[in-house]
RNA sequence: GCCCGGGUGGUGUAGCCCGGUCAAUCAUGCGGGACUCUCGAUCCCGCGACCCGGGUUCAAAUCCCGGCCCGGGCACCA
């Protein structure tokens, strides 16, 4: 066909044509009449695309995931993707999913208890079902087992070399004078540790590793280490020896039986060390799924400048509206399942991702677009005076569209009164333009500057302006005081204008203000209302 | 410097393991149109990509070698 593609293209054009000509409803009645199959293929390739990939070694009932974050910030969409990814395949296999809090770093990145609260919070707001909750800094005398067994078997030892003696040596490939001394040199030593004669930085434990592994940084790697004064947000300070995240996760791993394990890329070298452990228990490693790093363009991800702005007053919280935080795109009115569509659609790939709001915001819109209500907002409003109309005219208007039983709302025109519309469309009014005002009626511009506009009234028939190809803008006469919040990159734009009065809007609702774009309502005080500005 | 990993339209993704069915999927974006009292939604049409070079082969996005580029790791952090 391809060589006659000249000839074919006007005929295919004329036949769309003539199809398009014949009114949705029909078309559809008639599709169905002479190909049914269409529509049922249409459903099943769908349902197949959104799948994840099978799960290797994935036996049905049998898989337990887990999700490890530290309570040190707010949960954000980069970490979304291992929980998210964790929690769908425990799901989809009929397993098991555990959160497991990784605080066992009271000095560097150290835990505070909100962030315990947040995190479970945004999870169930996710909608997670959490199988099983764990707490690091509650299982240290398990780690402190697991670490003795470890040195009575020779498999690790306490090292009391100065840290940049030892990496002198490690790098060299030649053992430090502590790896070989003998075991009950090592239980004292362990002990000290314990006990607290041995200061911070002064006795670490270590995983007895290949010296000559090709990668420095896997050998000989520390398992737990000393902190004076932790005074940990869980344990205070009854506990001064704590275990690194590799051995912590290594143990706890394997005590909570997990079998699959979604991490970043950035672990993978980690999973090279816990394996040392895996092998000198004889235990089985779990598979492991490393995925790149999920970062979402114009939106701030990091914890440390996240903390920054926060602490320098740039940012209104760990929810601003411009950080990528779950609570922040809650707020700003992005649903779970669109976080989860996203996601899912991202997979398991292991070069890292930078998608686009636009792509988010698609799917979110599908989303919310037949649930939100519409309103009209007027920002920056200017006056308008409409000569010519002397009665008074009610506009009643469908809260939605496409779902007349949910009612109407109703703006009132006044004769002698001015009806307010935005400054955004300024471009509209030039003198001798005619535009519609939505859902009332036509006028023409007789003057405009930013002080008011001067208008004559030209008719009610929306089909008058439909037949001249007037544009349409929205209006309020009374409204309430309204600001949306809409964050471009790193500014938060306030925009205020009048929200009409006949809408009941309230905290967390997501509406559509038309020709504006969805929005969440973030608070309501008297009359005065806030909303927060998710997209177009 | 040393050690991993990755490069498919503007963006994201499928395909790569097991070479042909790929003149390459889907979504988003962009352009055009239909419909509609929103510049929204819906529907239709279109645009746009296999990092580069060599090799193997009848046949390479897919396998091999080399190069380039981009991430990540190299903490007594997680």
């Known amino acids: 066909m391809r060589p006659k593609a000249k000839e074919i293209i006007p005929l295919v054009n004329e036949i769309v044509e003539r199809v398009n ?19 049922e293929e249409k459903k099943a390739k769908k349902e197949e695309k959104k799948g ?4 290797p070694k994935a036996e049905k009932g049998k898989v337990v995931t887990r999700f490890a974050p530290n309570p040190d910030g707010a949960f954000h969409l980069g970490n979304a993707r291992a929980a998210i990814l964790s929690h769908e395949y425990a799901r989809l296999y009929g397993g098991k999913f555990i959160l497991r809090f990784d605080d066992t770093d009271p000095k560097v990145k150290r835990p505070e208890p909100k962030f315990y609260e947040w995190i479970l919070e945004d999870l169930e ?13 509650d299982r240290l005398e398990i780690y402190y087992d697991y670490a003795e067994k470890l040195i009575r078997s020779g498999k690790a030892y306490v ?3 100065k840290p940049e003696k030892f990496r002198e ?5 030649t053992p430090c004078p502590h790896r070989e001394e003998p075991v009950e040199v090592q239980l004292e030593r362990w002990r000290k540790m314990l006990n607290g004669e041995y200061k911070e930085g002064e006795a670490v434990v270590r995983i007895k590793t290949d010296l000559k592994h090709p990668n420095p940084a896997v050998r000989e790697w520390p398992a737990l280490r000393i902190i004076d004064n932790p005074n940990h947000p869980r344990t205070g300070n009854k506990y001064r020896v704590w275990p690194l995240y590799n051995f912590a996760s290594a143990i706890d791993d394997h005590e909570l039986g997990v079998t699959h394990i979604f991490r970043g890329q950035e672990h993978a070298e980690n999973e090279t060390r816990q394996r040392y452990i895996y092998d000198y228990f004889g235990w089985e490693y779990p598979v492991t799924v490393h995925h790149g790093r999920l970062s979402i363009e114009g939106v701030i991800l990091s914890k440390s400048k996240t903390r920054k702005g926060i602490e320098e007053g740039k940012y209104l919280g760990w929810d601003d509206p411009r950080l990528g935080t779950i609570r922040a795109l809650r707020r700003r009115g992005i649903r779970p399942e669109a976080i989860r569509e996203l996601i899912i659609e991202v997979g398991l790939k292991r070069s890292d991702t930078t998608v686009s709001w636009d792509n988010l915001a698609a799917i979110n819109r599908r989303i919310i677009e037949p649930i939100a209500n519409r309103y009209f907002f007027v920002a920056d409003p200017i006056p308008m005076y409409v000569d010519g109309y002397d009665e008074e005219f009610v506009a009643e208007i469908p809260l939605h569209p ?4 949910r009612g109407t ?15 955004d469309d300024m471009g509209l009014f030039k003198p001798g333009n005619f535009v519609r005002l939505k859902d009332l009626f036509n006028v023409e511009i007789v003057e405009a500057s930013e002080d008011g506009i001067r208008a004559k009234f030209h008719s009610v028939e929306y089909e008058v302006a439909r037949e001249n190809k007037w544009r349409m803008v929205h209006w309020v006469t009374v409204g309430r005081p309204c600001e949306v919040l809409v964050p ?5 734009i306030v925009r205020k204008g009048l929200l009409e009065s006949d809408a009941h809007v309230k905290v967390d609702d997501i509406v559509q203000f038309e020709r504006f774009g969805f929005v969440r309502i973030d608070e309501v005080k008297d009359e005065k209302v806030r909303a927060i500005f998710a997209h177009k």
């Open 125 to 137: 707001w996710l909608g997670f079902k959490i199988d099983e909750i764990h707490i690091a800094s």
């Open 402 to 405: 496409d779902h007349p039983e």
């Open 52 to 55: 994840l990939p099978p799960l």
């Open 21 to 39: 000509g014949i009114g949705l409803g029909e078309q559809e009645a008639k599709l169905r009449e002479i190909y049914p199959e269409f529509f």
């Open 488 to 492: 471009e990159g790193d500014k938060l």
């Open 169 to 173: 040596l490690r790098d060299k490939g």
């Open 409 to 423: 709302r109703k703006l009132k025109f006044r004769p002698g009164e001015p009806v307010y519309v935005s400054g």
């Open 159 to 161: 090292c009391t070399c």
